[in-house]
């Protein structure tokens, strides 16, 4: 029978766990063990004894026996190298392993002819919709950033009229028409504000004012970014330039910037300079989801709130793990959604030649199956 097991997130600040009681009810409905660190999902809402009554087991947190028994290990972050050291060879991890920036797992899966499947990777087709665990996250964090930049402005977001005068709603300023831009623009259309979005895809222009925003048509290059597989391509600099003297002016008039624009792999665009920043008024705010990339916008740090001449920039890394329930929910069901296909017999029959696994499948019995790891080592 197969073995699943669920650590508890060892990453500091990850509040969210791999399974839900839902999830795990209905692993055990298709013939697997789920075992389940103590404590595993106490940060996220979910009680040992709610996971019991789904048909978990339990065992003690670090317990080495748990790890070398493990047939597949679900996880939100990579686990640290020793844990991933003591597991048994072809045995599957699957998470949301950031492969490109974390050199230490890929030798790890190298070593302990570990397969892996990173999340993030997955395919952006219509049939992995219900396994696109980046959605599923960035919705999270799209409607997180804009309660962020809500509580730090000096203003209100809706136009109210009051019996001193009215007040003018607030002007928000999205970089990105991602899952995380959308969702940014919808909650903030439903705060009041007036909203703005900028993206390299002119092809996003309709969701956008779908939503009741007002879209910035991007620069009208030769050359222009497009996307592939559902994520927007690298652009080249000139393009860049373009688009940040463009910007420059909404930006001056701004009261709010929230900055999406991710690219998988690859150093985060930065479309907010320090000229830029210069020209925003005293007491708006800048929120940067793409700091861990290295930012979106000039002088943004991870986890911290800069003041910089009057402007509050907010590095704002891992709001998912600020709602840590619903992401922790979602989450489960997008690994549920990817291997319940392959869960045949009580045993995991991946199919390699499936678009999906094709796809994610980053080390298979520990050799390294994406070029691009093999190239960089592993890291950015």
Known sequence: MLRIFIPIESAPGEARVAASPETVKKLIALGCQVFLEIGAGISAGFLDDDYRNSGAQF?????????????????????????????????????????????SLINSLKSGQLSALAMEL??????????????????????????????????????????????????????????????????????????????????????????GARFINPPQLDEKPSESGGY????????????????????????????????????APRLISEGMLDRMRTGSVVVDLAVEQGGNCAETKKGET??????????????????????????????LALL???????????NLEDELIAGCLISYQGEICCQDLLYSGGTN
């Not at 665990?133 to 209100?156: E, H």
């Not at 509050?312 to 989450?331: E, F, M, Q, R, T």
């Open 340 to 350: 319940e296909p392959f869960l045949k017999e009580e045993e995991l029959m991946l």
């Open 122 to 211: 997955l395919p952006r087709i219509s049939r992995a919709q219900s396994a696109d665990a980046l959605s599923s996250q960035a919705n999270i964090a799209g409607y997180k950033s804009v309660l962020l930049a809500a509580s730090a402005l000096d203003r209100y977001f809706p136009m109210l009229m009051t019996a001193a005068g009215t007040v003018q709603p607030a002007k928000i300023v999205v970089l990105g028409a991602g899952v995380a831009g959308l969702q940014a623009v919808a909650t903030a259309k439903r705060l009041g504000a007036v909203v703005f979005v900028s993206d390299i895809r002119p092809a996003v222009k309709e969701q956008v004012e779908s939503l």
């Open 232 to 267: 927007a391509q690298e652009s080249t600099e000139a393009f860049l330039t373009a688009q940040r003297q463009e910007l420059s002016d909404h930006l001056s008039e701004a009261d709010v910037a929230i900055c999406t624009a991710q690219v998988p792999g690859k150093k």
């Open 306 to 335: 800069i003041i910089r001449k009057g402007v509050k920039l907010i590095g704002a890394s891992d709001l998912p793990c600020s709602v840590p329930n619903h992401a922790s929910s979602l989450y489960a069901r997008n690994l």
């Open 59 to 103: 065992v003690p947190i670090g317990d080495v026996d748990a790890w070398q028994k493990t047939d597949v290990l679900l996880c939100v972050q990579a686990p640290p190298r020793e844990c991933l050291e003591r597991m048994k060879p072809k045995a599957l991890v699957v998470g949301l392993l950031a492969p490109y920036q974390n050199e």
